[in-house]
């Protein structure tokens, strides 16, 4: 974009939401003139301008002339988008601000108080605890509470000391607040009863949440307890803390929780069964704890209910450390067997391959046969199992079951290099770096479980050099697309998430075909499109409708994994596919070859699929103006950093006025301000919002 006439100013007030980032983000904090123009733009509408106002006011070299300034916009009249960008040059400052700020802790106004309370929390200085344990005394409620959000953030000794001398107060707001703040902090007040906590039935949860939270070995039982509590509630609160315990530490600190449980569930054969009913919970912290819970005390039982939650991406890495842990007997073997058929192809295939790691020449032959047809065509997840049990490639000739035996005694991996914590950390920062995948502190047996293969593939020592091979070994750029391909989850289908498509199909298209009918170009991105098939359903969602014969239409799928386009590309696929009862009319998109389902040539025309990382600064920019951007199950793998780049990113690829549709796990909440939330009749999307018409006509 050519620069618009006039100072960086007058350019700074612009209509035009690009030329206002651009010339706020050239503007230096240090001078006078431009810090004004800063301070005023905090309340500008756009909150990717107010983003970078905070950036620059934050980064300024002598922060402190801004700083006053800054503290009196906490309380502008502007708007809370003001406000709360304020806050964030604040807490760019940091430290710097913190002598200013504290100053405030006493004002009279509660609202400042509050305000100041929040972003000396943000600042995370240890030397706050001392005046922020005093407002935990503070006349007012909300302050009080904002104190004890800022103590979490702080930490250490002091802050801790002050919310376990707290957490006996009468006012139950500031009771949830330290018991919420404790559970960040690991910290259980010593000498406190859990029946105290766990008496009242406001806190209940948040107690559970404490306790799972903290490494105290006293936990464990406690927790056990909770998972045998009749009242569901309860029950569920301490399924939750099982979940957090389990994915919180290591497998030997766990055994007094683990033990206590399996003492329960033989004095309660019905425990189990509690358990396992629970997986079906639509909340996926209670879900994931029944998981964690039918680890330690489940059996064959319960082999099949844990497989049918490998059909949610969320929880197959689990899923397949928790079959890991079963007790390696006949009874796993013979149950895992009887659940290869009648489950979903996801649900399968975790169950093929954890047989095969069990030393099934019958499994390994039939994961190597759906995978080699993956290698032409589509099988993702059974060549991502196999890649996972450290084949790159399916097991030549697998037809003979001695031939596959020798194989599966031969591949089944040893037990991976364990990852330490300084490892771990160092790892997720490169593959952050390089795909924008985030792996929480708990994800860490995830990650060893994946890249270990890699890490003896290449003949390493262990997780150190995989690290320093990821830093410096020429071959680094096809190893981080290696690791990211095998940390990321692929699962896909044909028309999934149906109420969505059904909305897209009855509400979007129709709008769509009205306010571009001018124009007669439509073009729709389905981002982390995986092995193809989302674009498949939305090319041939628009081809039905019947609103865009004669328009330039143009379905782009995008994706980091070259395997997975391969296959998107190929554009055949198993009934597996086609799982979801919507898909079933698309068969007629596709002609049955060689046993399997082939894109017809007519839709093909509509596809195209690009290689890219979303993350990358100049990413989509083989991609015009989109009209709709699917973005569904991709954020779900970033942290709120990454999450934002790539929203950042998708919208200056999309027209104002343009779709945004998101997985139904997925929002924007706390992640940008700048789409408009629509209300379908069966579905939430967005849309970038429009310009004034006449800059649209400009
Ligand atoms: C679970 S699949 C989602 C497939 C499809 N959108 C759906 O909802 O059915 C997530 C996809 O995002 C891709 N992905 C992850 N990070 C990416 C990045 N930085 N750039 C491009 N694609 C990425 C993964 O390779 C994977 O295929």
Not at 123 to 138: T, Y
Not at 324 to 343: F, I, M, N, Q, W
Not at 628 to 656: G, K, Q
């Amino acid at each position: 974009m050519s620069s618009p006439p006039g100072g960086r100013a007058a350019r700074a007030r612009h209509a035009d939401e690009e030329v206002r980032y651009q010339a706020v983000a050239e503007m230096d904090p240090g001078r006078a003139e431009d810090r004004t123009v800063l301070l005023e733009r905090l309340a500008d509408p756009s909150w990717r301008v107010r983003a970078a106002v905070a950036e620059r006011l934050g980064s300024a070299a002598q922060p402190l002339p801004v700083v006053g300034a800054l503290i009196a916009a906490l309380q502008s009249q502007e708007g809370i988008g003001a406000r709360e960008a304020a806050g964030e040059a604040l807490a760019r400052v940091g430290s710097p601000a913190l002598p200013a700020l504290m100053t405030r802790l006493e004002d009279r106004s509660p609202d400042l108080r509050q305000a100041v309370a929040s972003v000396i929390g943000r600042i995370g200085d240890r030397r706050a605890a001392a005046p922020l344990s005093a407002l935990l005394a503070d006349e007012d409620p909300n302050v009080r509470v904002a104190a004890a959000e800022a103590l979490a953030r702080v930490g250490g000794p002091a802050a801790a000391a002050a919310l376990h001398r707290a957490v006996e107060t009468r006012d139950p707001a500031l009771r949830l607040a330290v018991v919420e703040a404790l559970a960040s902090l690991r910290s259980w007040p010593p000498g406190l009863p859990p029946s105290a906590l766990m008496a009242d039935s406001t806190l209940r949860r948040a107690a559970y949440r404490l306790l799972g939270s903290c490494d105290d070995p006293a936990a464990g039982p406690l927790v056990a307890a909770g998972v045998a509590e009749p009242g569901r509630t309860a029950r569920e609160a301490a399924l939750v803390a099982a979940g957090q315990q389990r994915s919180r530490r290591r497998p030997a600190d766990l055994e007094p929780l683990a033990s206590a449980l399996r003492t329960r569930a033989a004095a309660d054969p019905t425990l189990a069964d509690t358990c396992a009913s629970a997986l079906a919970s639509d909340d996926d912290a209670v879900a994931a704890g029944a998981l964690a819970a039918l680890g330690w005390i489940g059996g064959a039982r319960h082999v099949r209910a844990i497989l049918r939650l490998a059909e949610d991406d969320r929880h197959r890495a689990t899923v397949e450390e928790v079959l890991a842990s079963l007790p390696r007997g006949d009874a796993v073997r013979t149950a895992l067997a009887e659940s290869v058929t009648g489950l979903g192809p996801a649900a399968r295939i975790t169950a093929l391959a954890e047989l095969a790691r069990l030393g099934s020449a019958e499994a390994l032959e039939s994961l190597s046969r759906e995978a080699a047809d993956a290698m032409a065509l589509a099988n993702a997840e059974a060549a991502a199992a196999l890649r996972k049990l450290g084949l790159p490639r399916p097991v030549a000739g697998a037809p003979a079951a001695e031939r596959a035996g020798a194989a599966a005694a031969a591949v089944v991996p040893a037990p991976p290099p364990p990852l330490s914590d300084g490892e771990f950390e160092a790892l997720r920062e490169v593959i952050h770096g390089h795909s924008g995948l985030w792996f929480r502190d708990d994800m860490r047996y995830l990650v060893e479980r994946r890249l270990g293969p890699r890490v003896q593939a290449l003949g390493l020592a262990g997780f150190a050099d995989y690290r320093r091979y990821l830093a410096g070994d020429p071959g680094r750029e096809a190893e981080l697309d290696e690791a990211s391909e095998l940390l990321t989850t692929n699962e896909t289908y044909l028309f999934r998430e149906p109420l969505q498509l059904g909305a897209f199909q009855r509400e979007v298209l129709p709008v769509i075909a009205r306010e571009l009918a001018a124009r007669r170009q439509l073009r729709v991105l389905s981002a982390g499109c995986s092995t193809g098939e989302e674009a498949w359903t939305v090319a041939a969602l628009v081809r039905e409708s019947g609103l865009f014969e004669g328009w330039d239409v143009e379905v782009i799928g995008v994706d980091l994994s070259r395997r997975c386009l391969a296959q998107a590309r190929a554009g055949a696929y198993g009934d597996g596919a086609f799982r979801s009862p919507e898909a079933e009319p698309l068969r007629r998109w596709f002609k049955l070859r060689g046993g399997r389902w082939v894109v017809d040539d007519d839709l093909r025309r509509t596809v195209r699929f690009v290689r890219d990382n979303l993350l990358a600064p100049r990413a989509l920019a083989a991609v015009s103006t989109l009209d709709v951007v699917f973005c569904r199950n991709v954020m779900i793998y970033f942290d709120a950093d990454a999450r934002r780049r790539m929203l950042h990113r998708l919208r200056e690829r999309m027209r104002p006025g343009a779709w945004l549709l998101l997985g139904h796990s997925e929002s924007l909440l706390n992640l940008t301000a700048d789409f408009s939330l629509v209300h379908l009749r069966d579905d939430l999307v967005y849309r970038k919002p429009r310009l004034a018409a006449a800059e649209e006509d400009a």
